[in-house]
T-cell receptor, first 111, second 115 residues
């Protein structure tokens, strides 16, 4: 069964800290891995998409890595800000065009 | 480009009723996928529509049905509502390229509450 797990479920950090969010997937035959941000009660905003042939992607203060062999992806957020507070979801895509999501990491960055 | 739009934003129904949710895809997209997100959980795939046909389906009962129109917009219908159907329903659109994966873009969702 294809499953995605995210650890930790929640994280609270002071402003300015660098932090890492973890995502694990059981089936390494993924097409790509995508990270999303979700604000309370809102839809999903795509942050980064890593193709299976890539090792990492960067956008501003965000860097996502992918290790298919170990079934892991990490999202690194540099110099966190209160505006980064949200739930972060990772999703794996297999050969079915449907995304399989983790349960998310709820991040709070306090001033 | 308005992106993916969904209506209504919020909806309150009672058990046993039927509901219809609507989605308009991003311009240039021809594929619509629907996801259900219960509180505190990740979205779960319901089904995907392409060329007005259901292309694939997740593990949801037949009470959940859908439709895609010639203009690529889509509806999600849920019959005989249960309390457990209360969730945020997300629509995602993409362009189907059989040789590659095209990123899915999500709408703001419809919050359904079943009383």
């Amino acid at each position: 069964k294809q499953e995605v797990t995210q650890i930790p479920a929640a994280l609270s950090v002071p402003e300015g800290e660098n932090l890492v969010l973890n995502c694990s997937f059981t089936d390494s035959a993924i097409y790509n891995l995508q990270w999303f941000r979700q604000d309370p009660g809102k839809g999903l905003t795509s942050l980064l998409l890593i193709q299976s042939s890539q090792r990492e992607q960067t956008s501003g203060r965000l860097n996502a890595s992918l290790d298919k062999s170990s079934g892991r992806s990490t999202l690194y957020i540099a110099a966190s800000q209160p505006g980064d507070s949200a739930t972060y979801l990772c999703a794996a895509l297999y050969n079915t065009d449907k995304l399989i999501f983790g349960t998310g990491t709820r991040l709070q960055v306090f001033p | 480009d308005a992106g993916v739009t969904q209506s209504p934003t919020h909806l309150i129904k009672t058990r046993g009723q039927q509901v219809t949710l609507r989605c308009s895809p991003k311009s240039g997209h021809d594929t619509v996928s629907w996801y259900q997100q219960a509180l505190g959980q990740g979205p779960q795939f319901i089904f995907q529509y392409y060329e007005e046909e259901e292309r694939q389906r997740g593990n949801f009962p037949d009470r959940f049905s859908g439709h895609q129109f010639p203009n690529y917009s889509s509806e999600l219908n849920v019959n005989a509502l249960l309390l457990g159907d209360s969730a945020l329903y997300l629509c995602a659109s993409s362009f189907l390229d059989r040789g590659a994966y095209n990123e899915q873009f999500f709408g703001p969702g419809t919050r359904l509450t079943v009383l």
